[in-house]
């Protein structure tokens, strides 16, 4: 059974794939909450945050088998270049960072390529119709 499950109080959010028993996650996705990260998502998204695309990224049930937790983060250091997302490999330590984060489907492509999570099309296309609403309003 798939489990999609939102701690508000700490910012975490996790989507979990089938698992025999409770498992850490295998990748961890830290966004950058900063304020110039922040502020470059929030032109595209004013209502919205790249949290809450990413989150939009995962259905409520899935044959996925990886776990990945998706975090606000602090500054990841790269102010200028941003959004920023950090994606560390739990097991490794490794991470990657990416820079410019700025749509559901860059979003994706970072899942698909560092997490083995290929997002279904009709999310990614929800989640960007999604944030361009928000800019209408």
Same mark, same amino acid.
């Given at each position: 059974l798939v489990s999609a499950y939102l701690i508000a109080n700490s910012s975490i959010l996790a989507f979990s794939g089938t698992s025999s028993s409770a498992s850490s996650p295998q990748h961890i996705v830290k966004i950058c909450q900063n304020k110039d990260c922040r502020k470059r998502f929030s032109p595209r998204a004013p209502d919205g945050s790249l949290v /809450?695309?990413?989150w939009d990224l995962f259905p409520s049930s899935s044959d996925n088998t990886n776990s990945i937790a998706v975090e606000s983060s602090g500054c990841l $250091?790269? =102010?200028?270049k941003g959004p920023n997302v950090c994606v560390v490999e739990a097991d490794s330590g490794k991470e990657r960072l990416f820079f410019g984060v700025d $749509? @559901? $489907?860059?979003a994706a492509? #970072?899942? /698909?390529? %560092? =997490?083995d999570y290929d997002p279904p099309v009709d999310l990614i296309l929800a989640a960007d119709k #999604? %944030?361009? @609403?928000? #800019? @209408? %309003?």
């Open positions: /809450d695309v990413v $250091s790269q =102010c200028g $749509s @559901a $489907s860059t492509a #970072i899942l /698909d390529v %560092s =997490c #999604i %944030s361009k @609403a928000q #800019i @209408a %309003s």
